[in-house]
């Protein structure tokens, strides 16, 4: 099992430019999210999944818009791209139900804006 | 505002020795729960412990427990024997309903040979 995996690990984009952060997990989990880590900020949630087929904004989902393509990959997408977009993205995933609310994350993607 | 409060940006521990790190929550949701991660310096985020709203016993996952209290809503984090390699940063972390999860600004953790 790969678990989660994120591709690109790093990227550098022009203001202005466009880009799609993948994510897909082998886990069978029903729910995704993505989140961004800023300096001294923690994680902040942006979109979540709580199943195929549907996605719902997290707290700060301004400037992005994600895709579930299948129960496997969550899609981030940021279609112009600005230097207050620079941080580190992680997605995750989880299983539904039962009491179990761990999340698996991926390695992260280093995305910086100039 | 639902918000996760640590405190202490930074800590010290001397190897061998116990460390609590603090967190404070603040939900109106009656039912949650509370978390720890782990950030090592090469960046991927471990899970450490997980405490639901309504457990009556604190959790504990080997070196690891959660000293959690209700009534303050506080959930600190207990690191017993601390070794090198519990060196990092820390999050605690809670969910809200199912899927809304918030993380704290994190606490780095140095430990001391």
């Known amino acids: 099992n790969a678990g989660v995996t994120q591709t690109p690990k790093f990227q550098v984009l022009k203001t202005g430019q466009s880009m799609t952060l993948q994510c897909a997990q082998d886990?069978?989990?029903?729910?995704m999210y993505w989140y961004r880590q800023d300096p001294g900020m923690g994680l902040r949630l942006i979109y979540y999944?709580?199943?195929?087929?549907?996605?719902d904004k997290g707290e700060v989902p301004n400037g992005y818009n994600v895709s579930r393509l299948n129960k496997r990959e969550f899609s981030l997408r940021l279609e112009s791209a600005a230097p207050s977009q620079t941080s580190v993205y992680f997605c995750?995933?989880?299983?539904?139900?039962?009491?179990?609310?761990?999340?698996?994350f991926g390695p992260g993607t280093r995305l910086t804006v100039t | 505002a639902q918000k996760i409060t640590q405190t202490q940006p930074g800590m010290f521990v001397q190897e061998k020795e116990a460390v609590t790190l603090d967190c404070t929550y603040d939900?109106?949701?009656?039912?949650?729960?509370l978390f720890w991660y782990k950030q090592p310096s090469s960046g991927e985020m471990i899970f450490l412990i997980y405490?639901?709203?309504?457990?009556?016993q604190n959790a504990t996952e080997g070196r690891y427990s959660l000293n959690f209290q209700k009534a303050r809503k506080s959930a600190n984090l207990v690191i017993s024997a601390s070794q090198l390699g519990d060196s990092a940063m820390y999050f605690c972390?809670?969910?809200?309903?199912?899927?809304?999860?918030?993380f704290g600004t994190g606490t780095r953790l140095k430990v001391l040979a």
């Open positions: 886990m069978n989990h029903n729910s």
């Open positions: 995750a995933s989880r299983e539904s139900g039962g009491d179990s609310y761990e999340q698996y």
């Open positions: 405490q639901g709203s309504y457990d009556q």
């Open positions: 939900t109106s949701d009656p039912s949650y729960g």
């Open positions: 999944s709580a199943s195929e087929g549907t996605t």
């Open positions: 972390a809670a969910v809200r309903g199912t899927y809304k999860y918030i």
